[in-house]
Nanobody, 125 residues
Framework: QVQLVESGGGSVQPGGSLRLSCAAYGFTNTFIWYSAGWFRQAPGKEREGVAAITAGGGTRYYADSVKGRFTISQDNAKNTVYLQMDSLKPEDAAMYYC????????????????WGQGTQVTVSS
């Protein structure tokens, strides 16, 4: 059974850092051919794309709101995608989800087939 499991969320003060992880299970040897993305959704707001990485890690995409602060990466040997979040702001607080798709990466949720259950990020002083 294909499954994405996020971890690494928590509560930090503004200016702090967190690293989110997304472990992929059930893809056998095919996850390397999947693009992956990180999305977030705050209460009362739509889900928005934060970062995405193409299969093989050749190209990365970021939302303007996180450019220069967030970094997406992947470890194909571990079937895991990461989101390093630095200089966190209160407006970054949300539930963060990872997603995977067997196609070109994008920041559009509609392009993704598989989703994790999410990990909560809180940023407050």
């Amino acid at each position: 059974q294909v499954q994405l499991v996020e971890s690494g969320g928590g509560s930090v003060q503004p200016g702090g850092s967190l690293r989110l992880s997304c472990a992929a299970y059930g893809f056998t040897n095919t996850f390397i051919w999947y693009s992956a993305g990180w999305f977030r959704q705050a209460p009362g707001k739509e889900r928005e794309g934060v970062a995405a990485i193409t299969a093989g890690g050749g190209t990365r995409y970021y939302a303007d709101s996180v450019k220069g602060r967030f970094t997406i990466s992947q470890d194909n040997a571990k079937n895991t995608v990461y989101l390093q979040m630095d200089s966190l702001k209160p407006e970054d607080a949300a539930m963060y989800y990872c997603a995977a798709a067997p196609r070109r990466a994008s920041l559009s949720a509609a392009d993704y087939n598989y989703w994790g259950q999410g990990t909560q990020v809180t940023v407050s002083s």
